[in-house]
């Protein structure tokens, strides 16, 4: 079991360049969540997905999209990166509504936008 | 609007000592606590948890401390080690609302 897996590890953007962010988790997990954490800021929900095909927005979305087409993945995209999204950003994933709040998480996209 | 508000921003203590880190929330639907430990470049992993039908739980040596009248709830760790240096976060979620709300953390540094 891989667990929750994201890539790239690390990126360095220009602003006004688009990527995306590729999570997937091999846990069989319904509800997957996109966080990004900043010094002193804790950790803040960008969007989330219940199940796939479904999606959210979370606390600070503005600037991001996401996918969810199959149930082991979920893609974050920067649109038009901007130095304010400088960040590290987590994917997450937790089992079906009677374990529904133990999130694992993956290890992490250090993303740099200058 | 903070609904999970975590205290201290950052604590050290000795080899031995007994760190303290509280959490406070407002919103009265919230029926699961838990804490999370991130160690540095890693992302953080579940520690404990705990229902408020409870007022406290023991895992190993991290304990929980639950006050629902007060809307509060803590991790103690018992004879700290340096391994247990890294960031810990409360969070809180509730209801039919899955989506974890989170503390800012607190990094904890513990001496030899």
């Known amino acids: 079991n891989a667990g929750v897996t994201q890539t790239p590890k690390f990126q360095v953007l220009k602003t006004g360049q688009s990527m995306t962010l590729q999570c997937a988790q091999d846990?069989?997990?319904?509800?997957m969540y996109w966080y990004r954490q900043d010094p002193g800021m804790g950790l803040r929900l960008i969007y989330y997905?219940?199940?796939?095909?479904?999606?959210d927005k979370g606390e600070v979305p503005d600037g991001y999209n996401v996918s969810r087409l199959k149930k082991q993945n979920f893609l974050l995209g920067l649109e038009s990166a901007a130095p304010s999204q400088t960040s590290v950003y987590f994917c997450?994933?937790?089992?079906?509504?009677?374990?529904?709040?133990?999130?694992?998480f993956g290890p992490g996209t250090r993303l740099t936008v200058t | 609007q903070q609904q999970v508000k975590q205290s201290p921003q950052s604590l050290i203590v000795q080899k031995g000592g007994i760190p303290i880190i509280n959490c406070a929330y407002e919103?009265?639907?919230?029926?699961?606590f838990p804490w999370y430990q991130q160690f540095p470049g890693k992302g953080p992993a579940l520690l404990i948890a705990?229902?408020?039908?409870?007022s406290e739980k023991k895992e190993g040596r991290f304990t929980i401390s639950f006050n629902k009248s007060a809307k509060q709830f803590s991790l103690h760790i018992m004879d700290s080690q340096p391994g247990d240096s890294a960031t810990y976060f409360c969070?809180?979620?509730?209801?039919?609302?899955?989506?974890?709300?989170f503390g800012k953390g607190t990094l904890l540094t513990v001496n030899p």
């Open positions: 919103n009265t639907a919230f029926d699961y």
């Open positions: 997450a994933s937790s089992a079906p509504r009677g374990g529904a709040y133990e999130q694992y």
């Open positions: 969070a809180a979620a509730g209801g039919s609302n899955y989506k974890l709300t």
């Open positions: 846990m069989n997990h319904n509800s």
């Open positions: 997905s219940a199940s796939e095909g479904t999606t």
């Open positions: 705990i229902r408020p039908d409870v």
